[in-house]
């Protein structure tokens, strides 16, 4: 067997791979009248299928300025992604700033524009004569089909390197990158000798700060960096601050095999879900895709129990949550949005304290339990702003969740209070999740998960 030297082991970390820069077309882009998810999308699936993306650029609607940044990406990446400008109206110039980086003409192609025709008339209205600019290629790109409107997009060689144009309607623009752009790359990265792959999981946690995770895990972070070894998969971590959906913890890996880099990745998040589980306790609530209220589900459609809420800040956000989860009729019963004092007290049985009180949101809790004919029920009340009530600070919520005790079925109900930050809408939508997470804890403190 022949040693690995230095030497090959620095050509193993010097591989080859594609550079691919993002383009996003559009003077709305810029005045912040929309935001770019297009380019953050397309960052995550190209670092996926092992292509390099270390520039960004968004442009107005301007044929000069639309050529310089492709001339631009061309002279520093492999490959270039032209995300939006490929419409039918006067401000969709893509088609051409392409040619003329290529240096051809556009050519109208028959078969576009019958397409583009028949899309029009299936749906039972007349095509404008300005869709036709659509079926205009320059010369030498081929055309990725359009399936869901009518834009077709572009594969455009440029010497040894490329220009894909695509839609800026975001779901077009992920199928067309799904069915056309990706092949193409993962073919090139082939060519190059880099077949490996890169594998990414997401674990989603509720109930701690993004610099409380990052202190948390500095020994994950260090003994990664200091234990590279080059046979071995390499892993990376990085956090992504989601709002709503919680902190998240994204672990990637590159290997040579599938089977290596799901083994990375496993291997990994047992060792962060055990150094989180064991500086902050049930942080963790799931890895992946499922969502709180999906967990939350989850755990009620095991247990065989049903739900009820009662909302007063929250004004039905979380039965709306809960109802976007298939399935949900066998759990939830339904809910109460008792935003006036009136209602808590005459509906519910809110005893007369403040309606902004912990005995109001146990009161509430029971109060769903009770007039819904629940298993379980959640009360929510609170103060989203911008003034004081109840002599409480907005960002001031109890949560209460009352159900059954596992062992005598007789109710017990706990409450906690929550300080929430922020304005009245970033109020209501944490306090959604916060009252949803206190539920899976409770609903998972018998250690069904």
């Known amino acids: 067997m022949t040693a690995t030297t230095s030497s090959q082991i620095e050509i193993d970390r010097e591989r080859r791979t594609l550079s691919v820069e993002i383009v996003a077309v559009g003077t709305e882009l810029l005045l912040g009248q929309i935001a770019d998810t297009n380019s953050a999308w397309l960052g995550v699936e190209l670092a996926l299928i092992g292509a390099e993306s270390h520039f960004h650029q968004a442009v107005g609607d301007n044929h000069e300025r639309i050529v310089l940044a492709i001339r631009t990406a061309l002279a520093r990446s492999d490959a270039v992604v032209v995300c939006g400008g ?40 007349e095509m404008p004569e300005n869709n036709l600019a659509q079926a205009d290629v320059p010369r030498g790109a081929s055309v990725i089909p359009q399936t869901l409107g009518t834009a077709p997009g572009l594969i455009c060689p440029l010497g040894g390197k490329v220009i894909y144009a695509l839609p800026g309607v975001p779901y077009e623009m992920s199928d067309m990158f799904e069915r056309g752009v990706k092949p193409d790359l993962l073919r090139r990265l082939r060519e190059e000798g880099n077949e490996s792959v890169i594998a990414s999981r997401v674990m989603r946690t509720w109930g701690t700060s993004e610099s409380a995770l990052a202190e948390a895990l500095a020994g994950r972070f260090a003994a990664i960096e200091s234990g590279v070894d080059w046979k071995l998969p390499r892993t990376t971590i990085a956090f992504l601050a989601s709002g709503i959906e919680g902190l998240k913890v994204r672990v990637t890996t590159r290997a040579t095999t599938a089977a290596a880099a799901e083994e990375a990745l496993e291997r990994e998040l047992g060792e962060i879900q055990d150094v989180l589980h064991s500086t902050f ?8 895709d499922e969502s709180m209220e999906e967990v939350v589900a989850r755990l009620l459609d095991r247990k065989g129990l049903s739900l009820g809420v009662a909302e007063s800040l929250t004004g039905g956000m979380i039965a709306s949550r809960l109802v976007g989860v298939a399935g949900a009729s066998r759990w939830f019963r339904g809910g109460v949005v008792s935003y006036a004092s009136s209602v808590k007290h005459s509906i519910l049985g809110v005893p007369d304290v403040p309606v902004v009180s912990e005995a109001a949101a146990a009161a509430m809790a029971e109060g769903a339990r009770r007039v819904l004919g629940a298993d379980v029920g959640v009360g929510v009340t609170g103060v989203a702003g911008p003034d004081d009530a109840d002599g409480q600070p907005p960002g001031t919520v109890f949560v209460g969740v009352s159900l059954p005790d596992p062992t005598t079925q007789d109710p017990t109900t706990e409450v906690r209070r929550l300080n929430v930050p922020g304005d009245r809408e970033r109020v209501r939508q944490y306090s959604v999740i916060s009252a949803l997470d206190l539920l899976r804890r409770t609903l998972s403190a018998d250690g069904a998960n």
């Open 281 to 288: 306790g049930d942080v963790v609530f799931s890895v992946d």
């Open 86 to 125: 490929l419409g039918p109206t006067q401000d969709d110039i893509t088609r051409a700033a392409i040619a003329s980086v290529m240096n051809v003409s556009l050519e109208r192609h028959e078969d576009l524009v019958e397409r583009i025709s028949k899309a029009f008339a299936d749906r039972g209205r």
